[in-house]
């Protein structure tokens, strides 16, 4: 079973441009949850996707926004990129809605965004 | 609100020996706790989660740890280090209800394995 896929890997932009980033994650699962990773801040999270909903959001500026699709994959996008927004961002994907003994969240290998 | 603490930023340990990775949580009630660990540019590969029942729970690369509600810690061990295992720890708590399965995390331990 193919893991869950982050794309691109690395992304280079330029401060005031919007980026999007693309999740798809493990087949069958129907959660997805993005998380940005900083050297300063740790892991946080941003915000969680199922069936296609909005549950749950992180303390994040309105800047960053992002959608699942009726297929699960997911998207996040970040609008005017401030140098502070470089970092890893990383995508879960869950089976089930949460809370469940089988919760557990399956992790891509991220996607390295660079603010210049 | 929920909270981990991993009071260790960065812990070195020679190869064959044994290792704790504390972790301190604060949650309003019964947590569901994980450990995983990062390699340098990865993402993050689940050790081990804990959700009810033994305290003592058994993850891959035989770590283990162990949840011990009166001091709300789970702390992760390994027997015997290999330098494999150099990489950053990170402990996390989840909510027990159908909240979601967004996780709060602690601020990583990263481990370095001397020879």
């Known amino acids: 079973?193919?893991?869950?896929?982050?794309?691109?890997?690395y992304l280079i932009k330029t401060r005031g441009q919007q980026v999007t980033l693309s999740c798809s994650p493990i087949s069958g699962h129907r959660s997805v949850s993005w998380y940005q990773q900083t050297p300063g801040q740790g892991l946080q999270f941003l915000f969680e996707y199922f069936s296609e909903t909005q549950r749950n959001k992180g303390n994040f500026p309105g800047r960053f926004s992002g959608r699942q699709f009726s297929n699960s994959r997911s998207?996040?996008?970040?609008?005017?990129?401030?140098?502070?927004?470089?970092?890893?961002?990383?995508?879960?994907?869950s089976p089930l809605?949460?809370?469940?003994r089988n919760t557990e969240a399956f992790f891509g290998q991220g996607t390295r965004l660079t603010v210049v | 609100a929920q909270s981990v603490t991993q009071p260790d930023?960065?812990?070195?340990?020679s190869e064959g020996a044994?290792?704790?990775l504390r972790c301190n949580y604060s949650y309003g009630a019964t947590p569901y706790l994980f450990w995983y660990v990062q390699s340098p540019g990865q993402g993050l590969q689940l050790l081990l989660k804990y959700f009810s029942g033994d305290t003592l729970v058994q993850g891959i690369k035989g770590f283990e740890a162990e949840f011990k509600r009166s001091q709300?810690?789970?702390?992760?061990?390994?027997?015997?280090?290999?330098?494999?295992?150099?990489?950053?720890?990170?402990?996390?708590?989840?909510?027990?209800?159908?909240a979601g399965n967004m996780l709060t995390f602690g601020g990583g331990t990263r481990l370095m394995v001397k020879p």
Not at chain 2, 9 to 13: A, L, S, Y
């Open chain 1, 1 to 9: 079973k193919a893991g869950v896929t982050q794309t691109p890997r």
């Open chain 2, 72 to 98: 709300s810690s789970f702390n992760l061990r390994k027997p015997s280090v290999h330098w494999s295992d150099a990489a950053e720890y990170f402990c996390a708590v989840g909510p027990h209800n159908n």
């Open chain 1, 75 to 93: 998207e996040m996008n970040v609008s005017t990129l401030e140098l502070g927004d470089s970092a890893l961002y990383l995508c879960a994907s």
């Open chain 1, 97 to 100: 809605k949460g809370g469940g």
């Open chain 2, 18 to 20: 044994s290792l704790e």
């Open chain 2, 9 to 13: 930023i960065h812990i070195t340990v």
